[in-house]
């Protein structure tokens, strides 16, 4: 439905580009009709709906970018989310997911290996509950596990599982990285837990995102999908760069 409308958007823009275009040129060519204007510039069509599309694509990503601001604080620095990495990083990864989605379990193999190559960032769980309902059991036991300080573990073990995530895989990994499975099992059906999980939810719908992987660097759109190991290092380092820079201009203002 929002394909079709941004179709339509973009032939009514078209016919005001070409309208405008052939009102213009008439006035200096008279008699020069709006068919004879298309075929003797067909690529005016391809250019109009091209400007239109980025026009678009610029509109789309500034509303993102403006809620992503209005919630920053809920992103990176929720204490109910759970935290990898350098907890007092320069460079903050938030990272939206699930886990029965095997193009975030790709996705976690690069950050793993991210992380550890760079001392100074901060990677910020948000679990949530989109494709099954074991991806609901899964990340409420993730939040158990970061209460009971195993969240890195249990993680990695889920992240890492090749068979089918059912309920009682996720309580095996549990126990297999020395997790209380008991009080696991009392935390997913409290009403803590519970709301975690649907903060997460409500932050991604408030958000604007309908997929997971969602990768976010310092605030910034990074990534709506998998990323590679360079790409996500050119990420952090933009983003390392924009502190670097921010932090000058604070030491020039300073001084003067």
């Not at 100074?120 to 899964?138: G, R």
Request: hydrophobic share 40%; with cysteine.
């Amino acid at each position: 439905m929002k394909k079709h409308l941004n179709l339509i958007i973009s032939v009514l823009a078209l016919i005001v580009a070409i309208i405008a275009i052939s009102c213009s040129c008439c006035k200096k060519e008279q008699g020069t009709s709006v068919e004879e204007l298309i075929l003797a510039k067909p690529e005016i069509v391809v250019q109009a709906i091209e400007k239109h599309q980025a026009n678009l694509k610029a509109e789309q990503e500034a509303q993102l970018q403006a809620r992503i601001d209005a919630n920053l604080e809920k992103l990176q620095n929720n204490p109910n989310s759970p935290v990898l990495g350098n907890q007092d990083g320069t460079v903050t990864i938030v990272e939206f997911f699930d886990y029965n989605c095997g193009y975030c379990k790709h996705m976690d193999t690069v950050v793993e290996k991210t992380l550890a190559k760079n001392a100074d960032v901060k990677w910020v769980a948000k679990p949530l509950n989109f494709l099954s309902p074991t991806s609901a059991y899964a990340a409420k036991a993730s939040i158990s596990a970061n209460l009971q300080g195993k969240y890195q573990e249990f993680h990695r073990a889920i992240m890492s599982n090749k068979s089918s995530l059912t309920e009682a895989k996720v309580d095996e990994l549990a126990i297999s990285v020395g997790m209380d499975v008991a009080k696991m099992k009392a935390d997913i059906k409290s009403d803590n837990i519970n709301q975690i999980i649907d903060d997460n939810v409500k932050l991604s719908r408030e958000i604007g995102l309908n997929g997971v992987p969602v990768i976010l660097v310092n605030g910034k759109l990074a990534s709506r999908g998998l990323m590679s190991e360079d790409a996500l290092q050119k990420a952090i380092d933009e983003a390392k760069t924009t502190n670097n820079n921010a932090e000058e201009v604070n030491v020039e203002v300073v001084d003067e």
